[in-house]
């Protein structure tokens, strides 16, 4: 934790006393002033803050200074970002807090906000501790170790922030360069002082603002104040515009004053992304921005509404079911759009939602999902789009009686990336059906429950318009979940031969089949008596697996070796069984061996049973 400042300025002062004291011992010509002078000159010495006579970096021109800030700042957000990519479930990052001014290890948190359910989670937890005058504090456990375990690593404060505090030359220079201060987070609560000093050193610039104010659970709640609370114990500067936030502020943000203070600064948005865990919070959201003429800088839009729902064939709740036309549909730069369990004016939208780039609709109920014509036009008005993502989400659902969905086909030459999850099989095929995608070579698919071979039978037919199937042109795969019969596995994998990275869930059996089918096998061509080697996916080097041990993971490298189709790169779930003998063999026989964090929905801690003992009945 922080020293408190009385604490360093009484160091300070003896340090001072003791040196003069000896100073004038040493020399008696000196004066008591010129003492003070010796003694804090050479305290100053080695000072990190003070620049080193002579520093090359004093020569440099500001703008050059200021380059090099810039590019600092960027490798570390982009060092974050893949850190989320790679870890959906991580803590929250360093840069999005900053050090409150003035914080001791004897600020409390106040629980009066609080309900009991909370304060006990946190009392059992050790984050909550009485103390002799009624308070509470979180983390009670004193500045120092008594049982000599190593020191947490120190928490690290965003670059701008630090080199903005390096020296007087470095501050100021940091702070005219507005491009240091756009990415807003709101994060430090109310009344958001530092987001509103860094808008103002932003100068009038495009802003990157990014809002989630999603903890609506109590066991996320209290995971919060932990994480956060673990953080603030190293909070060390002296800004008051950098300061890291109280908990109880990080975790309950107020978006109706964040909007007040960034609603005004519309035509600055560059991009946009805000996460809520009620729909309450998402309307008033769309609300104010349908109330927006336009959004001239806006290129990246993301709208997260991550309320659990069990039904997604009737939005809730009714009342606030009326979709919303956001910017006045002006956003002429806007190309990134991502809709997670949020639903606009479909028909009204067309203008926005046009030339875009990537295009994400997820978690959409059926009866607030556009028509198949408007969804038509949507894709159609993006000629340069180069990925979809459709999760549970899409036209609204095919009238077979009324073939409302008609005979059009949607043609994407550009797509690159199709994401295809948690439709139901006959959704699915229909869907199929009308999608022409010749040039797609990511694809990542997750279903799960019923029966998805006529779905895998269909993504192994030509597709509308061409004469090859999406299968064939696949360099990268992701299979989260898929559960067809054998038949449709060796289909699928027989048209797989150019694909390079396959990732793979195997948590259940029919995906288990998938990987053991990727192991050499011994065939006999009909009217034949000789054998010949099968080699499903001769082209694959990579493999991301969860679900398989570590012994499995050696024989099929080992295999797949003597085949002559050898895998380069393993990654493998950490939560998966692998031991270190395991881990030697790989690092010997792979280039390249890692491991990663599953996330929920690829392993399920609470599952100690994940092998399924049976196939179900439409497997053969």
């Known amino acids: 934790m922080a020293p408190k400042s009385t604490s360093r300025s009484a160091e300070l002062a003896a340090d001072l006393k003791t040196g003069i004291a000896s100073a004038l011992s040493a020399d008696s010509s000196l004066t008591p002033h010129a003492a003070m002078l010796k003694i804090t000159k050479e305290m100053l010495a080695n000072n990190p803050f003070v620049t080193p006579a002579g520093c090359p970096v004093n020569a440099l021109p500001p703008e050059l200074l200021a380059h090099i800030f810039v590019v600092g700042t960027k490798m570390e957000e982009e060092e974050w970002n ?56 979180v983390d009670g456990e004193e500045e120092e170790s008594s049982s000599g375990e190593e020191e947490e690593e120190e928490m690290q404060l965003p670059f701008q922030v630090l080199v903005s505090h390096v020296c007087r030359h470095w501050r100021e220079v940091a702070i005219e360069t507005p491009e240091l201060w756009t990415r807003l987070t709101f994060s430090e609560g109310a009344p958001y002082e530092k987001s509103s000093v860094w808008i103002q050193r932003a100068k009038g610039g495009p802003l990157d603002i990014d809002i989630d104010c999603a903890i609506t659970d109590e066991d996320d709640f209290v995971d919060a104040i932990e994480d ?146 408007t969804f038509s036009k949507i894709i159609n008005s993006s000629p340069n789009l180069r990925t979809l993502d459709l999760s549970l989400s899409g036209p609204r659902e095919h009238n077979l009686e009324e073939n409302d969905w008609g005979a059009d086909i949607i043609e994407i030459p550009s797509l690159t ?132 041990t570590g012994s499995e993971m050696c024989s099929f490298i080992s295999a797949r070796k003597e085949a002559g189709a050898p895998i380069k790169q393993v990654m493998m779930s950490e939560e998966d069984e692998i031991d270190e003998g395991d881990i030697k063999w790989l690092r010997e026989h792979v280039e390249e061996l890692d491991f990663f964090e599953p996330s929920d929905e690829e392993f399920d801690d609470d599952d100690d049973e994940l092998e399924v003992e049976e196939f179900p009945p439409w497997y053969d």
């Open 228 to 373: 956060l609370d673990e953080q603030h114990e190293h909070g060390q500067c002296d800004d008051p515009h950098c300061g890291l936030s109280s908990p109880m502020h990080c975790v309950l943000p107020d978006l109706s004053q964040i909007l007040d203070i960034i609603i005004p600064l519309v035509a600055q948005w560059r991009s946009f992304d805000v996460t809520t865990g009620t729909w309450k919070d998402m309307h008033k959201l769309l609300s104010r921005l349908s109330e927006c003429p336009s959004a001239p800088l806006l290129e990246s839009l993301g709208l997260y509404h991550c309320e659990d729902n069990e039904d997604y064939d009737t939005f809730s709740p009714a009342e606030l079911k009326e979709p919303l036309l956001i910017f006045n549909g002006n956003a002429p730069k806007l190309r990134d759009v991502l809709l997670w369990g949020v639903h606009l004016d479909w028909d009204r939208s067309l203008t926005l939602l046009s030339d875009l780039r990537d295009l994400k609709l997820s978690y959409h109920a059926e009866d607030v999902r556009p028509s198949f014509a």
């Open 417 to 548: 990336e199709l994401v295809f999850c948690y439709h139901r099989p006959s959704y699915a095929i229909e869907l199929l059906k009308r999608l022409s995608t010749p040039n797609v070579h990511n694809l990542a698919l997750d279903f799960d429950e019923d029966d998805y071979t006529e779905v895998v039978k269909q993504l192994t037919l030509p597709m509308p318009k061409t004469s090859k199937s999406i299968l064939v042109g696949l360099e990268h795969m992701k299979i989260s979940g898929l559960p067809c019969n054998r038949a449709g596995i060796d289909s699928m994998l027989a048209q797989l031969a150019g694909l390079k990275t396959l990732n793979l869930n195997c948590s259940n059996i029919e995906e288990q089949e998938i990987f053991n089918q990727l192991f050499p096998k011994n065939v006999t061509a009909s009217g034949s008596t000789t054998q010949n080697q099968r080699i499903n996916c001769p082209n694959l080097y990579k493999i991301i697996a969860t679900g398989i």
């Open 82 to 137: 893949e850190v989320e990519e790679d870890e959906e479930d991580e803590e929250l990052c360093a840069m999005d807090y900053d050090v409150r001014d003035g914080w001791t290890d004897e600020e409390d948190v106040d629980p009066a906000g609080l309900d009991d359910a909370v304060v006990a989670k946190l009392k059992a937890k050790g984050k909550v501790q009485q103390r002799e005058d009624g308070a509470m504090d």
